[in-house]
């Protein structure tokens, strides 16, 4: 699944090419993907200018000239491509029309997935493919995102003003795991797995670590905790730098894939030896509620 780093990737790539255009016509190809799309979806949008994209967590948020806001989440699989009027050019029409997807390749299975068309008033055109239909899209009032049934329980942002003290509130009394912590959308969000194993090995800090261990009796944070969050965020801003990760095919909105993966220190290093000078140790892989976890069981307490 796309976590924060690729989700932030994609609304930046989104905002240079939508921002300030309208949207001429919407396509949709099917009725549904997790959920259905909202009623009426395609006459309420078209006509409307995009002015801004915002990401919370891992769902982006389109605001629309009247005020609406376009919510979109990936989910497993999706993946929004971007094509200039002159690429348009270079695909002719299909013989079913708009019932089926002129992009073919460009957008992988052979367009069979194309499941939305964003078309806009200067000629461009913005495809949402998505193979498993984990993806939502929803169409909602602007002001309304922080009781949005799927926003309304999320926790801090990673990046602005969250810190080791407002983590450890929250894992005072966690007798989960640290690991498992970190990837509860309720007490931060977007770490995802990747981002977690990454940063608890630069921390030195094991996986399996109680949580409430890396909080002082006083409720304040240990040194720990504040080297843990100093390195959540450090791995998550060297990872928007380079384009996320491109594990399962994740590729921005111009097809580029993400190049954090040549930055593992721990993930998916099973069996090689530990980076950190003197450590002599070996990457080993466990499972922690059913997700991979990789640590150097030497240096990581």
């Known amino acids: 699944m796309p976590e924060l780093p690729e989700v932030e990737t994609v609304r930046r790539g989104l905002e ?21 799309f909202p009623e009426g979806f395609c006459s309420r949008v078209e006509g409307l200018q995009i002015d801004s994209i915002r990401r919370r967590a891992k769902y982006l948020l389109i605001d629309l000239s009247d005020g609406k806001v376009i919510l979109s989440h990936l989910g ?4 929004y491509t971007l094509f200039d009027a002159q690429k348009v050019k270079q695909y002719a029409m299909t013989q079913g029309g708009d019932e089926t997807s002129r992009f073919g390749l460009a957008t992988g299975f052979d367009g069979r997935h194309d499941h939305v068309e964003f078309r806009f008033d200067d000629g461009s055109i913005a495809v949402y493919t998505d193979p498993r239909r984990f993806g ?16 309304e329980s999320l926790g801090p942002e990673p990046f602005g003003n969250w810190n080791a ?3 450890a509130q929250r894992l005072e009394k966690k007798t989960t795991s640290i690991k498992v912590a970190l990837l509860d959308q309720r007490i931060v969000v977007g770490v995802g797995n990747i981002y977690a194993c990454e940063a608890l090995y630069r921390s030195g800090i094991h996986p399996q670590r109680e949580s409430r261990t890396l909080v002082r009796k006083d409720g304040k944070p240990t040194k720990k905790l504040d080297v843990l969050v100093e390195n959540v965020v450090q791995v998550l801003e060297q990872a928007v730098e380079v384009g996320g990760s491109s594990l399962n095919d994740f590729a921005d909105v111009n097809g580029t894939l993400g190049y954090f ?4 220190q ?21 499972t922690q509620s059913g997700r991979s976890t990789f640590l150097c069981p030497r240096c990581q307490r």
Request: hydrophobic residues 35%; proline residues 4%; positive net charge.
């Open 16 to 36: 240079q090419a939508m921002v300030g255009r309208s949207l001429k016509k919407v396509i949709l190809r099917r009725e549904n993907l997790r959920f259905p």
């Open 76 to 79: 497993m699989s999706g993946r």
């Open 136 to 151: 939502i899209m929803d169409l909602i009032e602007g002001g309304e995102e922080s009781i949005h049934p799927l926003l």
């Open 165 to 167: 003290k407002q983590l």
């Open 261 to 264: 993966g040549h930055h593992f």
């Open 266 to 286: 721990a993930y998916d290093r099973e069996d090689q030896p530990c980076l950190k000078a003197d450590c002599g140790g070996t990457i080993e892989r466990i």
